[in-house]
Structures are given as structure tokens and as C-alpha cells.
């Protein structure tokens, strides 16, 4: 039986197909290499977590990355199971400076979120 489309049109779509998943593969390896937070940072963050001043979640999961339960990248990441206890700060940090950064955003004369991205 023929198929209903020109083979070769198949084969380039194919060859697309796998070209971007080999560039999404690319770029997620790069993110993965890429620490998102520095060492200093994250012992910052570990102190003031665990201080209880960001929150009672943030102390929570100071404590689950102290008992070596989890790292912060991968709470950051979503790779931990304890990262829904990051959700009360987010929210805590979008109330609070939400509107600074709409605003900074938006007076950004380069920022176009409808722009391709070239990291893909």
C-alpha cells in the first residue's frame, strides 16, 4: 500500500523533528550543567530559611536540606519531592514585588515576550 504523502516531504519532517529534540536535548543539558544558585548563595538562603524569616514552609524545607533529604537546586528545579513548600514564598514574593517587576518589564525597551528565542 502507498503512503499518502510524499516520501520525501515525510523525511524532512522527520529530520526537523529530530533536529529540535536533538536542540531541546542540547539546551536542557546546558541548564542541567548550569547551577542556579552559587555555593554562597545557597548557604545564605540556608541560613535564613532555616531562621524562619522567610516563612514556616522555607523553614521546613531548610531543615529537609540540612537533613540531606533534598538540595536546594532541586527544590528550585521541581525535582523535590518537598518542592510544593516553595509555593507559599513564591506567592508571598509575587504579592510584594509583582507589580515592581511588571512594571520594570515592561519599561524594558528590548523585552518582547512575543520575540523567537534563539536558544531553542
Known amino acids: 500500500m ?3 504523502y510524499p516520501q520525501p516531504a515525510a523525511e524532512r519532517a522527520w529530520q526537523e523533528l529530530r533536529a529540535t529534540l536533538d ?3 542540547a539546551n536542557l543539558d546546558r541548564v542541567r ?3 542556579t544558585t552559587m555555593p554562597e548563595e545557597r548557604r545564605a538562603l540556608q541560613r535564613v530559611a532555616a531562621s524562619g524569616e522567610l516563612g514556616p514552609e522555607m523553614r521546613e524545607l531548610a531543615r529537609h536540606v540540612e537533613a540531606g533529604r533534598t538540595t536546594w537546586a ?3 528545579e521541581g ?4 518542592t510544593d513548600l ?3 514564598h513564591l506567592d508571598r514574593m509575587v504579592a510584594l514585588h509583582g507589580e515592581s517587576v511588571r512594571r520594570q518589564i515592561e519599561a524594558d525597551p528590548e ?3 512575543m520575540a523567537p528565542h534563539d536558544d531553542m
Open 2 to 4: 502507498s503512503m499518502p
Open 23 to 25: 536542540r531541546a536535548r
Open 33 to 35: 550543567a548550569a547551577p
Open 74 to 76: 532541586d527544590v528550585f
Open 79 to 82: 525535582a523535590s519531592p518537598y
Open 86 to 88: 516553595l509555593r507559599p
Open 111 to 113: 523585552f518582547d515576550p
